[in-house]
């Protein structure tokens, strides 16, 4: 990808569609797919939206870019978000790890194996140097996003673990405890995190399995999770889909299309590493980039299951069918928090789901949503291990998160059905630059090529 | 469809409404067909029915409300007076279901947009089906006198609740630990076994029964649970790795008080003139206590410190058959089948919890229990608890 930005190609669309080995026999043919495609490709930013369907299982987005991709894109099906911690005490390895990375993601997320040879080609008595399962599959809209947690600045104890103390910016604290909150240590936390989603999962767990299989030494998983059916739209081209509890999630959720919302609400300014500064802390490394919120939300589903629909709508404040707020309307009409009914109270509960999730009850500040279903089996008691692993990308989670979320677990009506078992906090860089190309004309390991973050280490 | 309804008259109500949110598209019929399913479409100046007759049973109104103000619908009965049914509130846009069992006869329909004056009435007959409607008895009769017989049980229970919360926290500040620990659980059923009423008062329930890991960042713990990690001290493994600090005698009499204070604001609201727990409410409780049980007290979750979760969980599920049993009546007329499944269901679940000890005697500590011991409990609660949540259904639908 060194034609600099473009946007998502859908092969299908304008010719014969093609497989990764395809691809990789066409050698070089990648950037000239992409520049040609369709037709209609037009040269914008990175910033701009990403109008194309989700669904589309040949779509490819780009790896580079002003931002990381996986934040503003629109939203794919499915997710591979793995959590990593590492094993090594060399600053060189952190960043040998994360230049291998770039170069691998890079690829993957244009339908490449994961390195050169691919998973059949190489020397015989070598293993491949893809896994495989990928073979034959399109790129499925994958993206990869990788974020720092505080924990890789310093340690428990406060101590610096990589020389990276005097980088960790105000925003990367720690989460307080939040009423209600019963958080597994092993669901939470991690050095590392790699975000993967793409519209089918083998791609997305081929991606990380990938990933991790090169960090071995370095960094080990410490929690993953799989999600499915995404539950926020990030395009307005994407229809809200539902959560495990039956209804429309996300309807109110920042949208690619809105780029001041996301230059308010998501990405990290310049102000912030101005603000820093005068601390003594340099984050100028972070500006343009985000933070990434998860919480891995189990949804008590046997008793919301047996709610009854007045219950349940008033629990949400929406209808259930339409996803319209209780004061009426359709789904995007915005809700009036002062309709009455009849007996006085207000027609959308003060303490509804949607009333404290929503903008005008946080001070006007949004959240890009990303979340999506999970379903874990069972727990001992023969209930479903289900619910939804929440992702938010915000400007600042000081005032992006904590405070709706320190409303919502004490107020929400929601919370009685709600356990968070899981979370963690990262610092999410901005974009990498173009990558050097091989003689094949992808994205090769080099010594000294960009990688994702290289600013922290710089 | 009224034949089946013949063949099988117990269908429950909420199976039918399920079968109505499939879209119906109304007929130029003047009589409504296909189960019962009628359109209403509330405007500011209309109030259109898809049919102005329906064969008696049970009915099921999808009222769209297509004008810009909050409206209502209203089935009255002849004298345009008395409400069979009514559903309310709906917002400009909005659908809504009113389901109904209703009698042949004349009726008076009702749309009330803006929620004011006698709204948008119209004539609407209910032929006999043959199918035999609702309960025979006054409902309206029976259910007044569940709502007295509840009220009479939630004073019973709060008076208990006080006499034997003053003792214990009287124990408790005098430092008489083992008195304090006998009687923890055994005062607690009191408050478990109508727990849904004390939760109706928003304030007082967080006061009295929050668990640690309930509280937000800097906020005061107080209520039951602060005094039961103190009669229970942790070790640190099972205080996330910190020393447990003791209350000291200062801290101890400002708990116990607290406690108390706050268990009399209970009772004097329960026995405030006007104090009364509407039938639905009640239904609703039983339900809420077995989703007590299923995710707080099945789990150990509850008592963390003293393990007494057995005694809670014989409570909740005393307060939902009490519950039930004052509806029983009216659940026995309208669904028999429901009334026989509740009935059995309670017995199993009673026999299984009778196993481990009773609430007279005292049940095993929760740590004491298998695995398996806790799967089949938790089974016979979902069993249970499935079930009674169509309670308010049946109880309301008249």
């Known amino acids: ?458 | 469809m009224p034949r089946l309804r013949l063949i099988a008259p117990a269908v429950p109500v909420l199976a039918l409404a399920l079968t109505a949110c499939v879209p119906n598209s109304p007929t130029a019929s003047s009589s409504a067909t296909g189960g019962g399913a009628l359109t209403v479409s509330s405007t500011a100046d209309a109030c259109t029915l898809s049919a102005t007759s329906a064969p008696s049973g049970t009915l099921t109104f999808t009222v769209t409300n297509d004008g810009s103000q909050t409206t209502e619908f209203y089935l009255l009965a002849a004298d345009g007076l008395r409400i069979v049914a009514e559903v309310e509130n709906i917002g400009p846009g909005l659908s809504r279901d009113l389901v109904a069992q209703v009698a042949p006869g004349s009726y008076l329909t009702a749309c009330k947009p803006g929620m004011v004056g006698d709204g948008i009435r119209a004539s609407f007959t209910v032929t006999d089906s043959g199918t035999p409607v609702g309960p025979t008895g006054d409902v309206a009769a029976q259910l007044t006198a569940a709502e007295a017989s509840y009220v009479a049980y939630v004073k019973d229970q709060v008076g208990s609740l006080i006499t034997g919360t003053k003792a214990f926290a009287a124990a408790y500040t005098a430092g008489d630990d083992t008195t304090a620990r006998s009687l923890y659980a055994s005062t607690r059923v009191h408050w478990e076994r109508v727990e849904p009423v004390a939760e109706s008062f928003g304030d007082l329930d967080p006061l009295l029964d929050l668990r640690e890991a309930d509280l937000e960042a800097g906020q005061t713990w107080t209520g039951w649970h602060l005094i039961e990690k103190d009669l229970w001290q942790p070790t640190p493994a099972a205080n996330g790795g910190v020393a447990y600090t003791p209350l000291t005698a200062e801290q101890r009499t400002t708990a116990a008080n607290d406690l108390v204070a706050h268990t009399q604001e209970l009772l004097d609201r329960v026995n405030a003139p006007g104090f009364t727990v509407a039938a639905f409410a009640i239904s609703n409780g039983a339900k809420e206590l077995l989703d007590e049980v299923a995710t707080g007290k099945v789990t150990g979750e509850e008592e963390a410190w003293s393990h007494t979760d057995l005694w809670d969980f014989a409570a909740n599920v005393d307060g939902a058959k009490v519950a039930y049993e004052v509806l029983a009546d009216v659940v026995k007329e309208k669904d028999p089948q429901l009334a026989s499944t509740l009935d059995t269901r309670f017995a199993a679940l009673a026999t299984q919890l009778a196993a481990y000890g009773s609430i007279e005697s005292g049940f095993v500590t929760y740590d004491t229990l298998t695995p398996d011991q806790v799967r089949a409990l938790a089974a016979d609660v979902d069993a249970l608890a499935e079930p009674l949540s169509t309670l308010t259904a049946t109880v309301t639908s008249a």
């Open chain 1, 1 to 458: 990808m060194s034609e600099g930005p473009t946007t998502p190609t859908t092969p299908q669309d304008g010719g014969p569609r093609l497989s990764r080995r395809a691809l990789l026999g066409w050698g070089g043919a990648l950037a000239g797919l992409a520049a040609a495609g369709t037709g209609a490709a037009v040269v914008e930013g990175r910033r701009a939206a990403h109008p194309a369907s989700a669904a589309s299982p040949g779509l490819v987005h780009p790896f580079t870019g002003e931002h990381q991709a996986g934040i503003a894109t629109a939203a794919q099906d499915r997710l591979y978000f793995a959590a990593f911690d590492l094993t090594t005490t060399s600053r060189d390895d952190v960043i040998a790890l994360l230049r291998t990375w770039t170069v691998m993601a890079a690829r993957m997320t244009q339908g490449l194996p994961a390195g050169p040879f691919g998973p059949v080609s190489g020397p015989y008595d070598a293993p491949p140097d893809d896994t495989g399962e990928a073979m034959d599959l399109p790129a499925a809209g994958l993206t990869v996003t990788f974020g720092f947690g505080r924990s890789l600045f310093v340690d428990e104890a406060g101590a610096d673990r990589f020389g990276l103390a005097g980088r960790l910016p105000a925003g990367l604290a720690d989460l307080p405890h939040f009423p209600k909150d019963a958080l597994d240590p092993a669901r939470s936390g991690g050095d590392l995190v790699v975000q993967a989603c793409a519209d089918d999962p083998q791609v997305a767990v081929h991606a990380v399995r990938n990933l991790a299989r090169a960090a071995f030494g370095t960094a080990v998983i410490r929690w993953a999770q799989l999600g499915f059916g995404r539950t926020s739209s990030t395009s307005t081209a994407q229809k809200t889909p539902r959560n495990l509890f039956g209804f429309k999630d996300g309807t109110d959720n920042l949208k690619a299309e809105s780029a001041d919302l996301l230059d308010q609400h998501v990405w990290v300014p310049a102000s912030a590493a101005s603000a820093d500064a005068t601390a003594g802390v340099d984050s100028s490394w972070l500006t343009g980039g985000s933070y990434l919120v998860a919480r891995r939300i189990r949804m008590t589903i046997e008793t919301w299951d047996r709610s009854a629909l007045r219950e349940q709508e008033r629990v949400i404040g929406r209808d259930k069918r339409e996803g319209a707020p209780l004061s009426g309307g359709t789904e995007f009409t915005p809700p009036d928090f002062a309709a009455k009914g009849n007996d006085g109270s207000t027609l959308v509960n003060p303490h509804a789901h949607m009333t404290l999730g929503h903008p005008d009850q946080n001070g006007g500040r949004h959240m890009l949503r990303r979340g999506y279903n999970f379903t874990d089996g069972n727990d001992s008691l023969g209930r479903l291990d289900a619910g939804l692993f929440f992702i938010a990308f915000v400007t600042d989670p000081r005032t992006h998160y904590v405070p709706m979320q320190t409303a919502m677990a004490r107020d929400d009506l929601l919370s009685e059905y709600l356990q968070h078992t899981g979370s963690g906090l990262w610092a999410v860089p901005p974009g990498v630059p173009d990558l050097p190309t091989g003689s094949d004309g992808s994205p090769a390991l080099t010594a000294d090529g960009p990688f994702v973050g290289q600013a922290l280490f710089a």
